[in-house]
């Protein structure tokens, strides 16, 4: 049996986990009740703002720990729950999240919170010894420095959930050795496929969150439609896989069935293929090495047409290149590429700046950067408070 924390159970990732391991069970034709199942959930966390989900997840799923990140809403759950006679135990802010990382009987910990908050809590994990299924980018665009030396140094397998690195890691559970030549890690295009940058002055938030084949939270479906998420992925992909940034090529297949590829040095090209559901990838990742029963549908190829390949827009979508830019600058780069992301975003989504000034914030905050190399991370701490401090004063 393994047994697993969620750290961002309410969240699009974190609901899609709970069905996963839901459908699974029932797939496999165990209790209604879940008892018996291969996997156990032991903590959830969740930052507070759907507390009814969070609920229902912990009457459902029974875990042992629960953390609400904002502590008022903690409190609130904790009178929720016993007025209903359950005595879950409730923490609150960063001890609580470490808490639940670090609870002893888990075996695996699904980092599926939003931004940096995930870092702290996975750094603890891997010194626990827990293994990690990897859906927080930012563990490792700003840490993979510390990541990676302290996963191996204990013994921790990083499983990744984002749908291409997910690919890529399948696709390379054959390669015995063999030198890898190139990571072509595709992209769908996001809902501003094709467009100019004069056709996306004047884009609204509504615009940017109809992507056209996956459905996810705010934050990456804006990431998305920029093509900062793939820039945010190209990194994640150089620690991931021990690449360097010319070996990562970015390729637009519109239609996502091709997840990503990976190609050999005699010239062979390994993809792995499936409809555009998140499930697939979580359920790799929590039952690795298994293959468990299709929780998604499957790929009808009598109904695809064609599968179509497109070179990115470096020019209408800066976000991508800037990416580059941060990888081989290094050191805290990557860290301000992210933060000043994530203010952008979040500024854009209140409707204060403009669409293409996403990118824009990003190339200025690069700009002004004095880079350290191999910071710590209270260093990287800093360094995304000193973004957000400086993008605050230019409003």
């Given at each position: 049996?393994?047994?697993?924390?969620?750290?961002?159970?309410?969240?699009?990732?974190?609901?899609?986990?709970?069905?996963?391991?839901?459908?699974?069970?029932?797939?496999?034709?165990?209790?209604?009740?879940?008892?018996?199942?291969?996997?156990?959930?032991?903590?959830?966390?969740a930052?507070?703002?759907?507390?009814?989900?969070?609920?229902?997840?912990?009457?459902?799923?029974?875990?042992?720990?629960?953390?609400?990140?904002?502590?008022?809403?903690a409190?609130?759950?904790?009178?929720?729950?016993?007025?209903?006679?359950?005595?879950?135990?409730?923490?609150?802010?960063?001890?609580?999240?470490?808490?639940?990382?670090?609870?002893?009987?888990?075996?695996?910990?699904?980092?599926?919170?939003?931004?940096?908050?995930?870092?702290?809590?996975?750094?603890?994990?891997?010194?626990?010894?827990?293994?990690?299924?990897?859906?927080n980018?930012?563990?490792?665009?700003?840490?993979?420095?510390?990541?990676?030396?302290?996963?191996?140094?204990?013994?921790?397998a990083?499983?990744?959930?984002?749908?291409?690195?997910?690919?890529?890691?399948?696709?390379?559970?054959?390669r015995?050795?063999?030198?890898?030549?190139?990571?072509?890690?595709?992209?769908?295009?996001?809902?501003?496929?094709?467009?100019?940058?004069?056709?996306?002055?004047?884009?609204?938030?509504?615009?940017?969150?109809?992507?056209?084949?996956?459905?996810?939270?705010?934050?990456?479906?804006?990431?998305?439609?920029?093509?900062?998420?793939?820039?945010?992925?190209?990194?994640?992909?150089?620690?991931?896989?021990?690449?360097?940034?010319?070996?990562?090529?970015?390729?637009?297949?519109?239609?996502?069935?091709i997840?990503?590829?990976?190609?050999?040095?005699?010239?062979?090209?390994?993809?792995?293929?499936?409809?555009?559901?998140?499930?697939?990838?979580?359920?790799?990742?929590?039952y690795?090495?298994?293959?468990?029963?299709?929780?998604?549908?499957?790929?009808?190829?009598?109904?695809?047409?064609?599968?179509?390949?497109?070179?990115?827009?470096y020019?209408?979508?800066?976000?991508?290149?800037?990416?580059?830019?941060?990888?081989?600058?290094?050191?805290?780069?990557?860290?301000?590429?992210?933060?000043?992301?994530?203010?952008?975003?979040?500024?854009?989504?209140?409707?204060?700046?403009?669409?293409?000034?996403?990118?824009?914030?990003?190339?200025?905050?690069?700009?002004?950067?004095?880079?350290?190399?191999h910071?710590?991370?209270?260093?990287?701490l800093?360094?995304?408070?000193?973004?957000?401090?400086?993008?605050?004063?230019?409003?």
């Open positions: 049996m393994k047994t697993i924390a969620i750290l961002g159970s309410t969240g699009s990732i974190g609901t899609q986990t709970l069905d996963v391991i839901r459908k699974t069970a029932k797939e496999e034709g165990e209790e209604k009740e879940l008892s018996g199942q291969r996997i156990k959930v032991a903590a959830l966390a930052g507070g703002r759907n507390l009814e989900l969070l609920l229902r997840q912990i009457q459902e799923f029974s875990p042992e720990l629960v953390c609400v990140y904002e502590e008022a809403k409190l609130e759950l904790k009178i929720r729950l016993s007025e209903i006679g359950n005595h879950t135990e409730v923490l609150a802010g960063m001890d609580g999240l470490i808490a639940c990382a670090t609870l002893p009987e888990v075996n695996i910990v699904v980092t599926a919170l939003v931004g940096m908050i995930g870092i702290r809590p996975t750094i603890e994990a891997l010194k626990a010894g827990k293994d990690i299924a990897l859906a980018k930012e563990t490792l665009v700003t840490a993979g420095h510390l990541i990676l030396p302290l996963a191996k140094k204990n013994g921790c990083i499983l990744p959930v984002d749908s291409e690195h997910s690919a890529i890691f399948q696709a390379l559970q054959g015995a050795g063999n030198k890898l030549h190139k990571i072509l890690l595709t992209a769908s295009g996001g809902p501003f496929r094709g467009k100019t940058r004069e056709e996306l002055k004047h884009v609204t938030v509504e615009d940017a969150l109809r992507h056209p084949n996956w459905s996810m939270g705010k934050k990456i479906t804006i990431d998305s439609s920029t093509m900062v998420n793939k820039g945010l992925e190209v990194i994640e992909a150089k620690w991931l896989f021990d690449a360097e940034p010319e070996q990562i090529q970015v390729v637009i297949q519109p239609q996502s069935i997840h990503s590829m990976i190609e050999y040095e005699d010239g062979a090209v390994l993809a792995q293929l499936g409809t555009p559901d998140m499930k697939l990838p979580i359920q790799y990742a929590l690795y090495p298994e293959r468990k029963s299709a929780v998604c549908d499957r790929l009808d190829f009598y109904q695809i047409s064609s599968i179509e390949f497109r070179k990115p827009d020019e209408t979508f800066p976000g991508l290149p800037l990416a580059y830019d941060a990888i081989k600058a290094g050191g805290s780069m990557p860290t301000v590429y992210n933060a000043a992301n994530e203010w952008a975003v979040a500024a854009f989504l209140e409707r204060k700046i403009a669409y293409l000034d996403i990118a824009e914030i990003i190339r200025e905050s690069m700009e002004r950067h004095s880079v350290i190399m910071p710590s991370l209270e260093e990287i800093e360094t995304e408070q000193e973004v957000y401090r400086i993008l605050e004063e230019r409003k």
